[in-house]
């Protein structure tokens, strides 16, 4: 059920109607006034609204670089999962990935949408 919740960012209070836990939502604001202390350490900008900017691009910029990042981690571990049935299927003898092996169930493909 969602509740409403105060927390404080960049000096402002805000009012936020969530389900998340208060802890959770805490953390957010502290990481986010974290991260605009930082900018506001490595530019001369004082004025709080293109701190927040700033912040936001920083902060959207983080996202986009694990998001790459995970994606190419997965297909590593996708080209490495295929190699080694590959090698699992050369050494029970089958001649190619399309023959099946029958003594290993082949029925759960690897996902590009597990998380690891």
Request: aromatic share 2%; no cysteine.
């Amino acid at each position: 059920m969602k509740r409403s919740l105060t927390v404080k960012v960049a000096g402002q209070t805000l009012t936020i109607k969530t389900d998340a836990d208060t802890e959770y939502v805490e953390s957010l604001a502290r990481f986010v006034n974290e991260k605009i202390h930082e900018a506001r350490k490595r530019t001369k900008t004082v004025a709080t609204q293109r701190l927040v900017l700033l912040t936001a691009l920083n902060i959207a910029d983080d996202l986009f670089r694990a998001n790459h990042r995970q994606r190419d981690l997965r297909q590593k571990v996708q080209a490495t999962s295929k190699r080694i049935l590959e090698l699992i299927d050369r050494a029970e003898g089958a001649p190619d990935r399309g023959t099946a092996v029958p003594d290993r169930d082949k029925s759960t493909p690897i996902d590009n949408e597990t998380k690891l």
